[in-house]
């Protein structure tokens, strides 16, 4: 059986970022698994502007920004296969994959689990309606367009406001489809700020807030879909019923970690973002095996995927090196009902203080509120935050953040008046 120091699973930005900074931390004999063809992942078919604004310092396009990890990967020659799927994995770290040369099992030291996420599907969301051909996810229609040279339909209509399915708005335009609106359940975007003024508002492609589809027509081919007014509780309001006629439905409703493999294995679940739980060092439940990027929770900005992995490569050879200090308590952290998740969710204290990185998104959307670091007895770390909105992850770093005699930290989410 090979033997490898580390082994990465999944070689996009978070794979990449993750063996740049395990390799420079002291870390030689590493291993990336990537299923696909290339390195970068997702990234490859992102041909949009907009990427490396934090990381770099200029505007990237996603194969540019996966570019320059790539190159830093073979400086270092660091080693990957290619079109290599993983399989398995078990908790004493062997790593069973298969390619065109068979089944092989490797034994790793750690590993760094770094497989992205996936889109919701029609399934998923349970949209009523016949089942023809013209709805897709947008990454899949993005992928069509920007790969394969593949325009996927000429008047479009797209459920959910997230990045893609916005920046897919702009993209079909920009080839000559007829776009006629985006429709969101929720009653505000789920993308970003400038996604919304970039690729909607500049080609005046209508909005429909607490809207969304509720039912599809044709047999063979997209024919139209019925969109309606939704209430407080996200259910159709009878009598707002509007058919639009189009032959290409566009679903942008969400992302999911890719995360079946680290629960197979018997990782802990952070029940809020279907991601594994993780301690400050972006390690599992299971000793060696560590999670990043998007199939840790899904970001907004691949810069911070970047920067997150890179903590991971450098915790995991910390871990190799055996680096690892005595841990005292287990600390558990929780938040208050304006926020939908934390990362890390658990705290692993060595009595000292700890530099900490906090990453989580609020429920709703608060132009001013206070955040709260506590302990049942009094506030740890205190500091005011502008126009939250839930599409965008909220990321903070606690520098020697004290902990002693602190069971639960609790996030809290203030929202001023």
Avoid at 250 to 277: A, D, I, M, Q
Avoid at 298 to 304: I, M, N, T, Y
Wanted: glycine share 8%; net charge neutral.
């Amino acid at each position: 059986m090979r033997e490898i120091d580390l082994v990465i699973v999944g070689g996009g930005s978070a794979g990449l970022a993750s063996a740049v900074s395990a390799f420079d931390n002291g870390i030689k004999n590493i291993l990336i698994v990537e299923r696909n063809g290339s390195l970068g992942g997702i990234l490859n078919q992102c041909i949009h502007p907009g990427f490396g604004l934090h990381r770099f310092n200029e505007e990237l396009t996603g194969p540019e920004y996966a570019h320059k990890y790539i190159e830093e990967v073979e400086k270092r020659k660091i080693n990957y296969l290619l079109n290599t799927q993983v399989i398995g994995m078990n908790k004493e770290k062997i790593v069973t994959i298969v390619n065109k040369n068979g089944i092989e099992d490797i034994k790793a030291k750690a590993i760094i689990f770094a497989a992205g996420c996936n889109e919701r599907t029609r399934g998923q969301i349970s949209t009523p309606g016949y089942r023809p051909k013209g709805v897709y996810t947008a990454g899949l229609a993005q992928r069509y367009l920007n790969i394969e040279g593949r325009l996927v339909g000429k008047k479009v209509y797209i459920l959910g406001s997230g990045d893609i399915g916005l920046i897919m708005a702009r993209r079909m335009t920009l080839e000559g489809a007829e776009v006629l609106g985006v429709s969101e359940i929720m009653p505000y975007s789920n993308g970003l700020k400038r996604n919304i003024a970039q690729c909607l508002n500049d080609f005046n492609i209508p909005l429909r807030l607490s809207n969304t589809v509720t039912n599809i027509f044709g047999k063979d081919r997209l024919e139209a879909i019925e969109i309606s007014d939704v209430d407080e509780n996200l259910r159709p309001i009878k009598g707002t019923e509007k058919r639009i006629e189009c032959d290409t439905l566009l679903l942008s409703v969400g992302l999911y970690p890719f995360n079946s493999l680290l629960k197979s294995v018997g990782c802990k679940v952070n029940k809020e973002t279907k991601g594994s739980l993780v301690d400050q060092n972006l390690e599992t439940s299971i000793e060696g095996i560590f999670s990043t990027g998007n199939v840790l929770h899904v970001h907004d900005l691949v810069d911070f995927v970047s920067e997150e992995s890179e903590r991971a490569g450098l915790n995991a050879a910390n871990y190799i090196l055996g680096k690892r200090k005595e841990v005292k308590e287990i600390i558990e952290v929780a938040h208050s009902t304006n926020v939908g998740y934390t990362v890390p969710g658990i705290i692993k204290y060595y009595s000292e203080p700890l530099d900490i990185t906090f990453s989580f998104r609020v429920r709703k959307n608060i132009k001013k509120a206070t955040l709260n670091f506590k302990n049942p007895a009094k506030v740890l770390y205190s500091t005011k935050k502008f126009n939250l909105i839930p599409a965008e992850m909220i990321k903070i770093t606690i520098k020697n953040l004290d902990l002693a005699d602190t069971k639960n930290l609790i996030l809290e989410v203030i929202e001023d008046e």
